[in-house]
């Protein structure tokens, strides 16, 4: 894969035999873009062959090969980069260990970019590694890799006796959410993850394991993080748990396992996002980890992902904001491959592949508040964008080899933090 920086100091004209372009991803030929200041700042159909000279206007001509299909690059709404997609305990352990932690991180980064991936979300975890992955590893250290753009939530807001204390220490009591939330908010996240259940029971169909918050812990959390401007997700599985994280105003269901028909068409009136990261189960069903011998040959988590998958088409059909996210880092899930491993499976839900690259680029750059920018080939936005071999609306597959990546790039800010050291940030700030 050829990594292109387009310097928003610079301009260009990027020539594509063949573009999906504007948020219906309409194919077009014989595209002309020009890039000026970081943007796209023309966009037309020329006629075959007929280039700009180039002479004069000091713009830098790119000419993508025939055969080639520009499109926006891939964004993952849910990633763990604190996690490696192998194995939880390994990933733990090297939490402690500032070089291999870091060194891994440069990897799963770079497995991100190499699947074509602009953008991702992590979805938190409680060292806040995923904070120091965006403001600390410059692009250089990426080895000629074009960094993605990481949209984080620090750690997770959970109440110190729900589902997961790896995802963020917690607190002990409601009434410390307003400081929990100001203490991430300084820290300088980009949105707040709030756990709203526990985990899927891969033993009993139905069960959802953990408790769910109370309905006003949940409009606590929506109220301040609105308050600072930042975005919520909910991790929550079970109807009941994402009645009840829709009802307080989150902005994204994550995972939604076991959410009912009425439950989708209340996220479609309000407008609250789905993403339901089906790559993680999907691998569970592959995946011996978790077979015990209550699930194991019972078809247990065939079903769970099957009847999740099945949902797809009828929250699409409803008018749910459909994202696509592979929860990367879970067991079985790796950074990148994650990906188009979800998109698989929404192809097996018989999602259209133009409805399914929709879900990875523009749906996604809206839910992770980035749609001023990317997910979408148009004037105004940054080109952010891929070229893959053949025609992706046709087939899917074209995602698995992307042959260019294109970006203008997302530096480090100056905030210096190290990998490992962050404990206190939350408790440090709430006295
Ligand atoms: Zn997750």
Not at 231 to 236: E, Y
Not at 335 to 354: D, F, K, T
Request: net charge neutral; charged share 20%; hydrophobic share 40%.
């Amino acid at each position: 894969m050829h990594s292109i920086y387009l310097s928003p100091g610079s301009s260009y004209c990027l020539y594509a035999p063949t573009a999906l372009t504007g948020p219906e991803l309409k194919l077009e030929n014989n595209i002309l873009l020009t890039i000026e200041n970081g943007r796209i700042a023309g966009l037309k159909t020329i006629p075959s062959g007929n280039l700009p000279g180039g002479a004069g206007s000091g713009a830098q001509l790119i000419k993508l090969d025939r055969g080639l299909t520009l499109m926006p690059s891939l964004i993952d709404a849910h990633v763990h980069l604190a996690l490696d997609g192998v194995s939880f305990k390994d990933s733990v352990s090297r939490w402690d260990n500032e070089e291999a932690l870091q060194s891994r991180i440069i990897k799963e980064l770079q497995a991100a970019a190499a699947a074509g991936i602009g953008a991702i979300r992590d979805g938190g975890d409680c060292r806040n590694i995923n904070l120091s992955a965006r403001d600390n590893l410059d692009e250089e250290r990426l080895s000629g890799i074009l960094k993605p753009r990481i949209i984080s939530t620090g750690e997770a807001v959970r109440s110190e006796n729900a589902y997961g204390s790896f995802l963020g220490r917690g607190y002990s009591k409601p009434v410390e959410i307003p400081a929990y939330i100001e203490a991430l908010h300084a820290a300088g996240v980009d949105q707040v993850k709030v756990i709203a259940s526990g985990l899927v029971s891969f033993n009993e169909y139905g069960r959802v394991e953990g408790k769910i918050p109370a309905p006003e812990e949940l409009e606590a959390v929506v109220f301040h993080a609105r308050r600072l401007g930042l975005k919520v997700m909910a991790h929550a599985s079970s109807d009941a748990a994402v009645k009840r994280a829709v009802q307080a105003g989150v902005d994204s269901i994550e995972h939604g396992y076991y959410a009912e028909k009425d439950t989708l068409q209340m996220m479609a009136e309000n407008q609250v996002a789905w993403v339901p990261t089906i790559a993680p189960v999907a691998a569970g069903a592959a995946n011996s980890l978790f077979n015990d011998e209550v699930s194991r040959g019972s078809g247990l988590i065939e079903k769970i992902c099957e009847e999740h998958i099945e949902k797809l088409r009828f929250a699409l059909h409803s008018g749910v904001i459909l994202g696509a996210g592979s929860d990367a880092g879970a067991p079985g899930v790796k950074h990148g491959a994650g990906l188009i491993a979800e998109m698989s499976m929404y192809a097996r839900g018989a999602l259209a592949n133009r409805s399914i690259l929709k879900a990875a680029t523009a749906a996604n750059a809206q839910i992770l508040g980035l749609d001023g920018d990317i997910g979408t080939i148009r004037c105004g936005l940054k080109p952010e964008l891929i070229a893959v071999r053949g025609n992706p609306l046709h087939d899917l597959a074209t995602l698995k080899q992307v042959q260019m990546r294109f970006s203008t790039g997302h530096f480090s800010s100056a905030v210096k933090r190290t990998f490992s050291g962050r404990a206190g940030l939350i408790q440090g700030s709430m006295g």
